[in-house]
Each structure stands twice: as structure tokens, then as C-alpha cells.
């Protein structure tokens, strides 16, 4: 226990301060007193026994010194001693105190401001219980690229959850509109459809009332609903007795037994969750239509690859008992790979461009820092004449460059505050976006930071600094001073370094930005201006006996359709209206089987062709400007009693029929007869035979980055519809003034169907390029950034140097050497310090750039053009930080600067 | 400063100032330099002012106390005294002092004969 009392006591000393000196002084002032009486009773002189006594004492100041080190806590009170110190002499010199902290702010605080992004999305564990054990369960479907995570069916899905002897859990879901009434207006909400078991599969419960129960699986028992904190707040004023509330969801009701809590989380967010039941004999319950997503919960000690044969095995009996199911596999991953996979690439390049800015910014602190020695010489003198020994000075000093970062980091922390709060402008760019907060975790990141960089920039100023070279020539110098020729080697080293770094960022951000302009001149296939779009919903009772042998859409829909296109396109100022299955840049998403007739039928399905489809009416491809290539567009004279015609584009045509002309071929979009399981065909099934009438040109449906895939155009009147396609209207002016009227005419032709997710072409167009364009503008600041800082730190070195060789200059300019040659020799020190950095910076940037191609679209992360043109920019810079100095060399006065000697 | 020497200097010194309240009772710190001198028949020759560093930490550690009186020659001074805590710390270093000094001189002596 004895420590704890000597800490106590120690800490009791810290605070007496100089009382128990004093005490000390005269304890042994009485104890000399007794020895000199000692020595004079042994017969000595009264002089000699005072000295003798002092010696047998010994140094008074020594054992003052060690009895304080004892009294109180040395370490702190030289801190706090060394803390007082240096933020005098930051205030006596603000200039240099700013320009540091706002350095140290900018690269701390983008650190901080990026690491709670890449905590909260990306660390931070999924908030279920053992979220480690969840895993995504995918379909695979043998001979189709692209497909290697799809969705599943139904009755595939119950049997995997039945017979597997791997799972804790398995759940299915997918996400869909609905429309909600009852209200003045109807509104669109989003639901997630999901199989009773997938809260209890993710280890979630309600915050209030009761999860689904497995009977609620059965059709006639599902009209139950669980909705979201925010939807309860909105729609029930946070009523706690929400049970006895209904919704209306596509005209059935629902009653409320749950309220998730607010910070629920899954990737794909909902108003509402409702249990998955099928309608007896509905064709979405079938092996035809795969559409739903899994998540699975792995039993404790089971493994992915037994897991994954487990499945695998279901799945070939499946196959076995429906011959369709051919080919069909199941795969897994974790589910925080796929829920947080796509973001990392990007969150991980941003880290590493912030990181160097931060790097650079140490070296810009360590140049001025060693730039502010040339200053300090005296103080430094003075100081160690007084007794300050090599390691005292060394550790002021270090104390002074971590007070520094500390400030820095703690204006960082503000910025990266302020700079947080913008984040939801970046909308649903980040899952888990609500999950970035300044936490303790980010706090001890920004403490780390602050002190290991405080550490990097000031250790080796603090080294050279603290050397006492010369106490005497340097006082006498009489504050003249130049600095060593290794400390001036050392900050050339520095810029050199800080140039490379600079190249490296710039390389990252130059590529970035090259890659977004490519994206940018993607031609989309389309064009996006005056166009508005909105979706709609039409509830099932638009088409209440779903029949496999209709052609066309029933006549409830197309009546729908027919009515509202032709009355937007009366309204002034319409040019075209159209409406289509699904729009460009949303994803690709319904896909059919392809025939040609030209060519012998394929041996069996799994090897049939693919083709995106898409259902269209009206003016859809005049309103988006898709250009016909040859033949014709669909148009009115396209109804069910005509000749079926379809329009495909071009990708299909080169696919297909690469040079010949597509047009007057006959293909199919189901599959014929022979080629279906005995017994699977509906009696009288006979598949439409369609004649390609035009080509159009490409558009893209999927991601911008991606090619357009192969694609059919059918009218609806003739082939397969949806039921929530969009409308698309393109506008003389500005198309959203067109909003309210639309909304008018919808709500007269049936008032139950909203008009939902109303954008405009652009702002589709703009959304779909929202990560690449956020990515090129925070690597385009870190960029700036890095340039500025390799500016000033090239243009401090060489000014420097010129004020060091303001007499060699006068000297040169009094032999005669012309204006000029001075301004070409100072210009090129300086550009022989940037070239070397810049090739350090390129080897580096070779090498480093590669780890970007996740996040680049069209270019190579080597690409020369990039490189070179970073080049030259950096070489500009680097000219005009040279170019001031090299300015003020050549206006030297030779009379002047050899007086100065 | 040499951390090594200091230390072993430091526990022994600790250990002398123990014994020597131990025997004698309180006493200021000319008393406690006086004695230990006189005990080694003065072949320990301290610097005086070293004990005071030496009676702080002692007085920390709630092995002594301390308590102002006046002097023989009339002069006010600083008595130190044991505490129980003291004893048990004197009781315990001493032995451990023992076995080592035993140890060294079997291992010394030994070493002699060989």
C-alpha cells in the first residue's frame, strides 16, 4: 500500500508548492547549526567548522532539487512548467502559432471526420446479436453471367428452410410500393415482404407489441403489419395504442401489432413489414418467378463450406423433382460483405487520400518548425547556459510540437463536427449512414492521431533543435545566424518528400476525377432534358384473374394507360407521353428467354438465349429522344388484333444478327413448347410469334458504368405489362411546373393510385453518378489541398535559402552575373527539388494508384494522361512557390547585401 | 544521474534510518546522521543532506512521522519517529537484508577456499 500513500502525499506536495521548502531550508539550517557546534567543541575555528560543516551538508541547491523531485510530481510539474512556456511563445508569435493549428485542423480533422464515417459504416458490428453468424443466401443459375448472387423462389426458398440442417434461421424477403388510403391523399409506401421468421432470423424483436407468428404466413391470416419508428411517429402521432389502428394497403386492411425501434437497421429500408402468404396456385409462388432474397443465421459451429453443400444438396433434389430448377445452385457470403461490400473500396481510397494529407501536413509542420530553429538559436543558447541539459530541451520541445497537434486536433474535432452534420447531403449514397457519430471510439482515434503527429512532425526538429551547438559563438553571433548545412539538407529532404507525397494524392484525385468525366460522357442512350417521370402502382384489381394465355395486358390496364397518356398529352406544353415497365438507370431487372427463328431452337432451356425486356405505351421513346436506328418505333397501329412487333436495340442486333439487318425476323420471348417439361405448358399454350420491326440505339437501364445489356421492346397491348411502371412525359419547359396538373388528372381517372417517386430525368441522371462525383469532388479538396501544402513548403525552403545567400547573391551581382542568371539559378534549385520528388512521387503513385481501380469506370489506374497532366500542374506550382524568391533574389542590391557582412 | 547506484544507496539508507529510529527513539536528522556515522565507527562517511530526500520518502510512505520540537542546543528541529508500519517495513527489510548478506558471505567465502 506504501505507493498509494506516496502518490497521495506526493499529489498533497504538488499542490503545498514551496511551504515545504521552506520547512526544509530551516531543518537544515538547525542541522548545520548542531554540526558547526560539534566541529568547534573537536577545537576547530568557528570558520573552519562552517566550512567543514557545509561540506559534510553538501550542496545545498543539490539537495533542494532532489527533496522537490521527491516532494511533489516532477513529470507534471515540468509539463505544466514546459505547457505555460510554450503557449507564451505561441502567443507571442500568432502567425506561426495559426498557420500550424490550421494546418494540423485540416489534416486531423479530415482524418477524424473519415474515420467515424469508416467506424459507423464499416466497423461498427451489425446491430444484431452475434451479427457474425448471418450470412446472405443467393441462387445461382448455371450458364448466366451476372447472376451469381440471384434471387430466389418461393417454394425453393420453403424447401431450403425446411430441409437444410445448417441453419439457426433462414428468412426470405423483397421489397415492394404500396398504396396507402384513408387518408385526404393516397401516398406510396415502401414494404418489405417478409417471411415470419425474419426478425427472429436477424436476433431483432419489436420495440413494442409482438413479431409475426408463423401462421401469419398463411394467406387469409396475413393482414397484419409492423411498421417502422417513423412511420409510427408520422401516421400514429407515436399513439401507444397503436393495435387497435388499420391501414389500408392496396385496399386491404391491416392491422398494426408492432413498432420496430428507431434505430433498426437492415439495407433495405421500410415503412412496413408484412408476413409473405401466397394466394393458392398464384403464379409468384412457383419455380418461375425468382425474386426474393434470403438471409440465413449459421448454426454455432458450422461452418460456410458445409453450409454451402448442405444447401447445394436440397437444391439438386429440388432440380430432381422439377425439372425447371435445372442448373439452379445457391451460394453464400456474409451479409456485412454484401450489405457493406460496395461502399469499402471507396471509404478505403478516401482514408488513404486523407491520411496523406495528413502526412504532408506533418511535413509542413516539421519544415516550419526547423525553419522557426534559426530563430529560437538564442533562446536555445541561453537556456542551456543556464544548466538545461540535451534531454530537458529535447523534451520542451516535443512538449511544444504535441501542444501544437493537440490544438490542432482539437480544432480538427470541430471541423470534423461541422463537416459530419453535412453528411446526410449525401443522402443514401452510405448504408448506415445514422450510424456516423463523433463517439468515444472516434475521440480516442482523434487523441491518437493528435500525439502520434505531434510525435512525426516535431521529433526530429526537437533532435536537432536541443543539440547545443556553440552556446558561445551562437551568443556571440549576436542573432545572426545560418543554419547548418545538414539541417538545410534535412528540410531539402523534407520538401522532396513533401512533393512526392503531394504527387501521390494528386495522382489519386486526378484519377478520380478523369474516371467521373468519363462517366459523365457516357452517352445514356437517351436524352434527359424536360423530361419528368413518376411511377405508379395499380393495385391487383386491375387485373384480378391473372391468365398465362392472355396476350396483353387486361383491358382495366390498358384502358388506365390509354386514358392517362392521351390526357397528359392534351395538357399545354406536353410534347410526348409515354410509360414503360421500368426506367433507365434504375437496374436491370426483367429479364426473358430469346428465340430467334432464323436459327435451330436451342437443345434445351438452361441453353436459351437472355434479353432484358421492357413493356411500353405511348410515346415513350419520342419523349426520351431513343433513336431509331432503323425500321420503326411501336406505335398505335400495335394492338392486340396486329401483327406482334417488337423493337430491340442495338446490343441485341449486334449480338444476334451482327451485320445483317435484324429487321423482319421472327423471334419468341417464351419458350416453345418442345423445349418445356412435359405437363408444365398450360393447355393451349402456344408462344407469340413477334417480327422485329426497328433497332434503337442503346439505353442504359442498369449502372452507367456497365454496358447496356441486350434488350426487347414490346407494347403491353401485345406482351407481358407491369403493374407499376413509370410515365414519362417530356415537357416544352420546365416539366416539374407540369406536377400538380398531372396529379389532378390521376386523381380524377382513379383516386386511389398515387403518383409516386416524381423525378425528373436529370435527377435520375444525377443521382446514378452520385458516389463516383462525391468521390471525385473529396479527392479534387484532398488534392487542393496537398497541393497548397507542397506550395508554401517548397516556397518557404527556397525563400530560406535566398535569405541565406542574400550576400553570395550580392556578390554575384556586383561580378556581373545579369538579373537573369540569378533568377534561373534560384528558379532552378527549387525545380531540381520538385523534380525529385516528383519522381519519387510517381513511383510511388505507380504503385499505390492500383488499389483505386475498384472505384475507377474507363480508365486504367496508370493512366498516362492522368500522370501527366498531375505533372504539369505540380511543376507550375512548384515554378510559381520558386518563383517569388527567385523575384526578390534578383531585386538584391549588391551595395546593400555586402554591407550586411 | 546513475539510476543503479542511487537505488541500492537509497533502500540501504532507508534501512539504517529505520533501524536507527528503531533503537533510539524520535530523533532530528543531525541525531540520525550522528548515529549511523558513529555505528560504522565512522567509516560511512554520509553527505548529511541526502538523509532529508530519504526522510520525505520514508514520511510518504507512513514508515516515520515527523513532529517540530527544540533541539539540545535549544533549537527548534524536526523529530522523526517510527511508526508500527515502520517496524513491520524494518522487521521485514531486515530479514531480507540477512539472507543476502548470508548468502553473499557463504557464496564470498566459498569462493575463497576453492
Known amino acids: 500500500m506504501h505507493w498509494f500513500h506516496t502518490v497521495v502525499a506526493r499529489i498533497k506536495g504538488s499542490a503545498q508548492g514551496s511551504a515545504a521548502e521552506t520547512e526544509l531550508d530551516e531543518e537544515l539550517q538547525a542541522h548545520a547549526q548542531l554540526l558547526i557546534e560539534e566541529k568547534i567543541r573537536q577545537g576547530m575555528s568557528p570558520e573552519d567548522a562552517r566550512h567543514q560543516a557545509m561540506l559534510t551538508l553538501g550542496n545545498h541547491a543539490r539537495i533542494r532539487e532532489e527533496y522537490r523531485r521527491q516532494a511533489g510530481l516532477p513529470f507534471f510539474e515540468v509539463l505544466m512548467q514546459d505547457m505555460r512556456y510554450c503557449l507564451r511563445t505561441l502567443r507571442r508569435y500568432p502567425g506561426f502559432a495559426a498557420v500550424a493549428v490550421i494546418t494540423l485542423a485540416l489534416g486531423i480533422g479530415a482524418n477524424t471526420a473519415m474515420f467515424s464515417i469508416v467506424n459507423g459504416v464499416l466497423l461498427r458490428p451489425l446491430p444484431y446479436s452475434h451479427p457474425e453468424q448471418l450470412v446472405s443466401v443467393f441462387s445461382t443459375f448455371s450458364g448466366q453471367e451476372g447472376l451469381e448472387s440471384g434471387s430466389t423462389s418461393p417454394p425453393d426458398f420453403r424447401t431450403l428452410r425446411q430441409r437444410n440442417h445448417t441453419l439457426a434461421g433462414l428468412s426470405a424477403y423483397y421489397s415492394t410500393g404500396m398504396n396507402l388510403t384513408g387518408a385526404a391523399q393516397p401516398e406510396r409506401v415502401r414494404a418489405l415482404i417478409v417471411s415470419a421468421d425474419y426478425f427472429s432470423t436477424l436476433g431483432v424483436q419489436p420495440a413494442m407489441g409482438r413479431n409475426f407468428l408463423s401462421t401469419e404466413e398463411q394467406w387469409g391470416s396475413h393482414h397484419v403489419a409492423i411498421v417502422s419508428n417513423a412511420f409510427w411517429r408520422t401516421h400514429f402521432n407515436g399513439d401507444l395504442n397503436f393495435s387497435a389502428s388499420k391501414l389500408t394497403l392496396d385496399g386491404e386492411p391491416y392491422s398494426v401489432i408492432g413498432v420496430m425501434s428507431p434505430d433498426f437497421y437492415v439495407e433495405m429500408p421500410a415503412q412496413v413489414w408484412l408476413p409473405m402468404a401466397w394466394k393458392p396456385h398464384d403464379n409468384y409462388d412457383s419455380h418461375n418467378n425468382y425474386f426474393l432474397s434470403m438471409v440465413g443465421r449459421l448454426r454455432p459451429g458450422v461452418t460456410p463450406q458445409q453450409m454451402f453443400s448442405d444447401l447445394n444438396a436440397i437444391m439438386l433434389s429440388i432440380a430432381q423433382q422439377f425439372p425447371e430448377n435445372k442448373g439452379i445452385g445457391a451460394a453464400l457470403k456474409p451479409l456485412r460483405e454484401v450489405w457493406l461490400g460496395d461502399v469499402r473500396p471507396a471509404l478505403m481510397v478516401l482514408l488513404g487520400a486523407v491520411a496523406f494529407v495528413l502526412l504532408i501536413a506533418c511535413v509542413n509542420l516539421a519544415n516550419l518548425l526547423l525553419a522557426r530553429s534559426a530563430t529560437r538559436r538564442k533562446e536555445i543558447a541561453i537556456r542551456s547556459a543556464l544548466g538545461a541539459n540535451h534531454r530537458r530541451l529535447l523534451r520542451q520541445f516535443i512538449t511544444e510540437s504535441i501542444l501544437l497537434s493537440c490544438l490542432g486536433g482539437a480544432v480538427g474535432l470541430a471541423l470534423a463536427y461541422f463537416s459530419l452534420r453535412l453528411l446526410p447531403l449525401a443522402g443514401d449514397l452510405l448504408p448506415r449512414i445514422q450510424q456516423v457519430r463523433l463517439d468515444g471510439w472516434v475521440l480516442l482515434f482523434t487523441a491518437a492521431i493528435s500525439v502520434i503527429t505531434g510525435l512525426l512532425f516535431g521529433l526530429m526538429p526537437a533532435f536537432r533543435n536541443s543539440r547545443a551547438a556553440g552556446v558561445n559563438e551562437t551568443l556571440k553571433e549576436g542573432g545572426r545566424y545560418s543554419s547548418s548545412a545538414s539541417t538545410q539538407r534535412f528540410r531539402t529532404a523534407l520538401v522532396i518528400s513533401e512533393v512526392a507525397l503531394a504527387t501521390v494524392l494528386l495522382a489519386g484525385s486526378g484519377l478520380a476525377i478523369r474516371s467521373f468525366a468519363r462517366l459523365l460522357s457516357v452517352d445514356p442512350g437517351f436524352s434527359a432534358d424536360h423530361v419528368l417521370t413518376f411511377s405508379v402502382n395499380l393495385p391487383a384489381s386491375y387485373d384480378p384473374q391473372p391468365d398465362p394465355l392472355r396476350i396483353g395486358a387486361p383491358p382495366r390496364v390498358t384502358e388506365f394507360f390509354e386514358q392517362l397518356l392521351s390526357r397528359i398529352e392534351q395538357l399545354p406544353g406536353v410534347k410526348d407521353a409515354g410509360t414503360v415497365s421500368s426506367l433507365p438507370l434504375q437496374g436491370e431487372s426483367w429479364g426473358k428467354f430469346f428465340f430467334p427463328l432464323d436459327r435451330p431452337l436451342p437443345v434445351s432451356m438452361d441453353k436459351g438465349e437472355h434479353v432484358q425486356y421492357r413493356a411500353v405505351l405511348g410515346h415513350y421513346f419520342e419523349g426520351l429522344r431513343i433513336r431509331l436506328l432503323r425500321g420503326r418505333l411501336l406505335n398505335e397501329h400495335d394492338i392486340p388484333n396486329a401483327p406482334y412487333a417488337v423493337v430491340i436495340n442495338e446490343a441485341l442486333a449486334r449480338r444476334d444478327w451482327p451485320g445483317q439487318s435484324p429487321l423482319g425476323k421472327v423471334v419468341l420471348l417464351s419458350p416453345p413448347v418442345s423445349l418445356l417439361p412435359p405437363g408444365l405448358a398450360p393447355p393451349g399454350y402456344k408462344p407469340q410469334q413477334f417480327t422485329v420491326v426497328g433497332v434503337v440505339s442503346d439505353v442504359h437501364y442498369g449502372r452507367m458504368q456497365e454496358n447496356a445489356l441486350p434488350t426487347v421492346y414490346a407494347s403491353l397491348l401485345q406482351h407481358d405489362f407491369s403493374l407499376s411502371p413509370s410515365i414519362t412525359i417530356r415537357a416544352a419547359g420546365d416539366p416539374t411546373l407540369l406536377v400538380s396538373s398531372i396529379r389532378g388528372i390521376l386523381a380524377q381517372i382513379d383516386k386511389n393510385v398515387p403518383m409516386a417517386r416524381v423525378m425528373t430525368m436529370n435527377e435520375i441522371m444525377s443521382s446514378s453518378v452520385a458516389q463516383p462525383r462525391l468521390e471525385a469532388i473529396l479527392l479534387g479538396f484532398f488534392g487542393s489541398l496537398a497541393l497548397l501544402l507542397a506550395g508554401i513548403g517548397i516556397y518557404g525552403v527556397i525563400a530560406y535559402s535566398v535569405s541565406q545567400r542574400t550576400s553570395e547573391i550580392g556578390i554575384r551581382m556586383a561580378l556581373g552575373a545579369s538579373r537573369f542568371s540569378v533568377l534561373r539559378m534560384v528558379l532552378s534549385q527549387g525545380l531540381r527539388l520538385a523534380s525529385m520528388g516528383l519522381g519519387i512521387g510517381l513511383v510511388l503513385a505507380l504503385a499505390l494508384t492500383r488499389l483505386m481501380s475498384g472505384i475507377l469506370f474507363g480508365i486504367s489506374p496508370t493512366d498516362p494522361a492522368t500522370f501527366v497532366a498531375i505533372l504539369v500542374i505540380l511543376a507550375i506550382i512548384a515554378l510559381l512557390a520558386c518563383f517569388l524568391p527567385a523575384r526578390r533574389a534578383t531585386r538584391v542590391d549588391p551595395m546593400v547585401a555586402l554591407r550586411y557582412e | ?114
Open chain 2, 1 to 114: 544521474m546513475p539510476d543503479a547506484k542511487t537505488d541500492v544507496l537509497q533502500g540501504t539508507l532507508d534501512l539504517m534510518v529505520l533501524k536507527t529510529l528503531h533503537a533510539l527513539g524520535p530523533l532530528h536528522g543531525y541525531g540520525i546522521a550522528r548515529r549511523i556515522e558513529q555505528v560504522s565507527d565512522n567509516l560511512l562517511q554520509l553527505n548529511q543532506g541526502t538523509l532529508y530526500p530519504a526522510l520525505l520518502r520514508l514520511q510518504q510512505r507512513k514508515w516515520i512521522t515527523a513532529k517540530w520540537g527544540i533541539s539540545e542546543n535549544n533549537r527548534k528541529a524536526k523529530f522523526y519517529n517510527i511508526t508500527a508500519a515502520g517496524e513491520k517495513q524494518l522487521a521485514r527489510e531486515a530479514e531480507n537484508w540477512e539472507r543476502i548478506a548470508a548468502v553473499m558471505s557463504r557464496l564470498l567465502g566459498g569462493a575463497q577456499e576453492v
